[in-house]
């Protein structure tokens, strides 16, 4: 049989395909790749996004377009768990029964990650996965549910494939990686220093950070080891509206995370998310976050467009602003950061 695998959303999704397709090649399926015509895919298995509502919509598109191809429909990921059979004629498959999380009784000590990492010149690590902050807008925690490590010697033992396939270059991944060993003792720049130690000649980057964890404890043992590259999940400059979000963080902390950055890392890049148009967010908040961008002048911007997701305590917040209000202020914030 031949299955093809659709990927949306994260780093994350990235590695579990990755991952899924490994499973199913060492079960004598046939992945199949860009270029195999659609007849002779025998199953698509769809893993689905559901950050934003766009995301969702891209989501159902993609499930449509899966259908349009194949009978048999297999969807997975995250807009699966927020809305199950969104589309009919499908089915459904629990990723967690295919990728377990946790080592089996069946002694199978090593968990399926990606054994490499296929049209890509960097692999993603997946270190880490759900998440404990539960910031007011977001939907990650009630579908990857809470802040889970993968153990070390897992992580070591992925990477050791990678560098076997000749990755030379690595994203280190996660849903929120700076809570990397929380649950089990240790802490991201702990396992950066391990990997490294091990396997010096590879190039890592960090995927997207949580301000909080820029702090010259967690950042100082780590220069001249990492990639000068960073992504901070910032999301408002304001105060207020930060408050609101439920992010426990100021937007002075911000800018002292950044400075440090820029202090341990000269000629360092650093990019960031900002919301824009969060629900109440009143005219004086916005212009406290595009003063904050002008200050800041960081080197990329992501800006997201808020987008309403159930069950969220943002979704009961009020004013929910105009659509055209939301992507207003999104233009003038790319703009401001072009
Ligand atoms: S840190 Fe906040 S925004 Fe990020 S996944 Fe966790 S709850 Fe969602």
């Known amino acids: 049989m031949t299955v093809k695998i659709v990927t949306l959303g994260c780093k994350v999704n990235q590695a579990e395909s990755e991952a899924l397709a490994a499973r199913l090649a060492s ?8 270029d195999t015509p659609a007849s002779e895919i025998d199953r698509v298995i769809v893993n689905t996004c559901a950050v934003t509502a766009e995301a969702g919509r891209k989501s159902r598109q993609a499930i449509r377009r899966a259908l349009g191809e194949c009978r048999d429909v297999q969807v997975t990921g995250c807009y699966e768990k927020l809305e199950p059979g969104a589309v009919a004629g499908t089915a459904r498959l629990t990723l967690s029964s295919v990728l377990p999380d946790k080592p089996q009784e069946s002694g199978e000590s090593r968990l399926r990650q990606p054994e490499s990492f296929s049209k890509r010149q960097k692999a993603y690590l997946k270190i880490q996965d759900g998440c404990d902050n539960h910031c007011t807008y977001c939907v990650i925690p009630q579908l990857r549910g809470s802040s889970r490590s ?44 391990g990997l490294k130690r091990k396997t010096p000649e590879l190039r890592f980057w960090l995927g997207s950070l949580e301000p909080r964890w820029l702090t010259a404890e967690n950042l100082q043992p ?8 960073f992504h901070i999940s910032v999301q408002s400059g304001c105060g207020s509206v930060l408050k609101r979000m439920g992010r426990r963080y100021s937007a002075a902390d911000v800018l002292r995370g950044i400075e440090l950055l820029r202090s341990l890392f000269p000629g360092c890049t650093i990019g960031a998310d900002i919301i824009a148009g969060f629900p109440g967010e009143s005219d004086e908040e916005f212009s406290a976050t595009c003063d904050f961008l002008r200050t800041v002048n960081l080197d990329s911007l992501h800006v997201f467009p808020y987008s309403v997701r159930p069950g969220t305590p943002a979704a009961e917040m009020n004013p929910q602003l ?17």
Do not use: M, W
């Open 27 to 34: 079960e004598g399926f046939a992945v199949a790749s860009a």
């Open 322 to 338: 105009p659509k055209a209000v939301k992507l207003a202020r999104a233009a003038e914030l790319r703009r401001l950061n072009a």
């Open 222 to 229: 780590l220069t001249g080891l990492i990639e000068p590259e």
């Open 150 to 193: 993968v153990p070390r010697g897992e992580i070591e033992h992925t990477l050791e494939r990678f560098r076997a396939s000749g990755f030379q270059q690595i994203v280190v991944t996660g849903i929120e990686i700076a809570s990397y060993g929380s649950d089990c003792g240790t802490n991201l720049t702990e396992l950066l220093l």
